[in-house]
């Protein structure tokens, strides 16, 4: 490696981003590994402080003693418009009950009652399951998964930025990773048997949260996994004044979503859910109502009885309170009545193609939390919930895995290929322009009659414009390693708007976050299918899978108060 100039570590499960999917993944690689199995988990960032599940309240969907299971399987299948995969959302929801003592071992408090039950609440677009609230949010969640690594013996690699995944000597499996410092650029080359991918969908650097950003996913895409809901996004109503994660809550309380005409506008685009919608479903009536002149759009929050209020100008989550103390007397009044609402972007739903066990169609390569293709739609909660149930299961997997896996060894020349591709972009007199061509990225992509209101020759011309800002992406280099890091990200970026905007030319219907307006109808006959892409040689090739209905034989529509009546017609639930 002293040729190489970088470090070197030798490792027999990989995890590669700490979030709640990595974060789990790693736990149970080593939990479910013979004493002495190496887990190593590495973050661009630093472990327990990062990601998205450290910004999040970390509201989870548990599924108790006594729950329905299979009912609440039921209707994430429906809310996703039979876009997930039954099998592994209903052993996370099985297993989910095991996670919770787990978290409660490492010192998680989860609220209760007087009675000592478990205080509960329902989530917006889904009826019978419910989330359970860690005391802290995921700060705390994130910190204590972190911690609880540590005492297991878990290596913990912060600030590490994964560039490049290796095929090794042989070729025929995924060796392990390199990376850099993301302060010093140092090169690191890690050799592991498995290596699961954890890095999370792909955010554009839209919300709070700004280094979200596919590159995990599009280098496993790169060495040969096929990904899949590239069609499908997460555009969540928000503010650019402050974040307010209690918009489910306060919705269960009273609150409606109003236009600039004083109109509550829900009921008319969902008649039976009205403002209890999911979050698709108020986004895409929200680009609706700016399409008919009726913004600004309101969350109006008058109907909650004066006692309550107080609860929704604060939050748990310091970071989050941060905003509602800098706004003082303000709150009171932004809150309840004067702040415009938009459809934010928030991220793709793309991710790594896996079966049921977490492993890609690539040997030695495995993909938890969000950055696998498990659900197109999570709701509030279930994002958490399935990153910590396929986390689980990825890292079981993994180790499964080690029974058969060779000894991983280096392939020289690759390594110092990869070693060149990651530093190509340096140079110290270049300027550091990432940040512009994101900027332009996202105004093509957040548009919402591209992101939202799709239609063939507005996502054609949105593909052309993509095109260009990846031919004027190659002209700029990277002064230094912040930079550098940037670089990587916004390469990542564009590559998967590439394949956002294809996939949804590809599928020819409309169904949840993906709207055509040119299909508007949703088409089962033709469309019940994941849509996958891969490298077909000179880009990316589309294909349809069909979706299997292993619990519910038949996707019905979502119905609420009479889902219940509907489930019982459903085979095998
Ligand atoms: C403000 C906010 C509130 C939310 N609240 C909730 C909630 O209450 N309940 C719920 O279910 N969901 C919630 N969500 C969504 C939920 O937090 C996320 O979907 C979930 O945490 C994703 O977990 P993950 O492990 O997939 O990714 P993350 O937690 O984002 O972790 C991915 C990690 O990968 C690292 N990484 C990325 N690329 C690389 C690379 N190349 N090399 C090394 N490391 C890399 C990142 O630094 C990051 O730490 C919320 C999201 C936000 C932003």
Redesign the pocket.
């Known amino acids: 490696m002293d040729q190489l100039d970088g470090n070197l570590i030798d490792t027999d499960v990989l995890v590669?981003?700490?979030?709640?999917?990595?974060?789990?993944a790693a736990l149970s690689a080593k939990r479910h590994g013979p004493p002495g199995t190496r887990v190593t988990l590495?973050?661009?960032?630093l472990?327990g402080r990062?990601?998205?599940?450290?910004?999040?309240?970390?509201?989870?969907?548990v599924a108790l003693p006594g729950d329905d299971i299979d009912g609440i399987l039921h209707e994430i299948v429906a809310g996703n418009d039979g876009i997930a995969d039954q099998e592994l959302v209903r052993q996370s929801l099985i297993d989910s009950h095991a996670r919770l003592k787990d978290f409660e071992a490492m010192g998680m408090h989860f609220g209760r009652d007087e009675a000592g039950r478990y205080k509960r609440r329902p989530t917006r677009g889904l009826d019978l399951a419910r989330?359970l609230?860690p005391e802290g949010?995921?700060l705390e969640f994130?910190w204590k998964q972190r911690l609880a690594l540590e005492a297991e013996g878990v290596q913990l690699i912060d600030r590490?930025?994964?560039?490049g995944l290796m095929r090794g000597a042989s070729g025929d499996r995924i060796i392990g990773?390199v990376?850099i410092n993301?302060r010093t650029g140092e090169f690191n080359v890690i050799k592991a048997r498995s290596t699961i991918v954890?890095?999370?969908?792909i955010?554009f650097r839209s919300?709070?949260?700004r280094?979200?950003?596919?590159?995990?996913t599009l280098?496993a895409y790169r060495a040969g996994a096929t990904l899949r809901n590239a069609e499908f996004s997460?555009v969540r109503p928000g503010t650019p004044k402050f974040?307010f994660?209690g918009i489910t809550f306060a919705i269960q309380e009273g609150a409606s979503w109003v236009n600039a005409k004083g109109e509550s506008f829900m009921q008319s685009y969902e008649p039976e859910w009205g403002d209890e919608a999911d979050v698709p479903r108020i986004a895409r009536a929200m680009a609706m109502e700016n399409r008919k002149g009726n913004t600004p759009l309101y969350l109006d929050m008058s109907a909650i009885p004066e006692q309550l209020r107080e609860y929704f100008i604060q939050s748990k989550?310091r970071w989050?309170d941060n905003f509602f103390r800098k706004l003082g007397d303000e709150a009171k009044t932004d809150m309840f009545g004067k702040t415009p609402y938009y459809a934010l972007n928030?991220?793709t739903k793309m991710g790594i193609r896996t079966g049921a066990d977490c492993r890609s169609d690539v040997p030695g390569l495995l993909s938890?939390?969000?950055?696998?293709a498990g659900c197109a739609n999570?709701?509030?909660?279930?994002?958490?919930?399935?990153?910590v149930g396929n986390?689980w299961i990825a890292g079981r997997s993994a180790v499964e895995d080690l029974d058969t896996a060779p000894q991983p060894s280096l392939d020289a020349a690759e390594v110092r290929a990869l070693h060149a591709e990651t530093h190509q972009p340096l140079n110290e007199q270049g300027k550091a322009e990432s940040d512009r061509i994101l900027r332009d990225l996202q105004a093509v992509m957040f548009a919402y009659d591209i992101g939202i209101l799709k239609r063939e020759d507005r996502l054609q011309n949105a593909l052309e414009r993509v095109s260009t800002l990846s031919d004027e992406f190659k002209t700029i280099a990277a002064p230094h390693t912040h930079e550098l890091v940037r670089m990587?990200?916004t390469e990542?970026m564009l590559l998967a708007a590439r394949f956002i905007l294809g996939a949804s030319l590809y599928r020819t219907e409309s169904r949840l976050s993906h709207f055509r307006e040119d299909h508007d109808q949703r088409d089962d006959n033709n469309w019940l299918v994941w849509v996958d892409l891969a490298e077909g040689g000179n880009g990316p090739a589309f294909s349809k899978t069909p979706i299997p209905t292993p619990y519910c034989s038949v996707v019905l529509p979502r119905r609420k108060p009479s889902r219940l009546a509907a489930r019982q017609s459903v085979a095998g639930v």
Not at 211 to 216: A, K, L, N
């Open positions: 590669v981003g700490g979030g709640s999917g990595g974060l789990m590495v973050d661009s960032w472990i990062t990601g998205h599940t450290a910004f999040s309240n970390a509201w989870t969907i989330v609230y949010g995921g994130a590490l930025f994964i560039t990773a990376g993301s954890a890095t999370n969908a955010t919300g709070f949260v280094d979200i950003t596919g590159t995990g280098l997460y974040y994660e989550v989050m928030q991220m938890a939390g969000l950055a696998q999570h709701f509030a909660g279930f994002h958490i919930g399935l990153c986390g990587k990200e990542a």
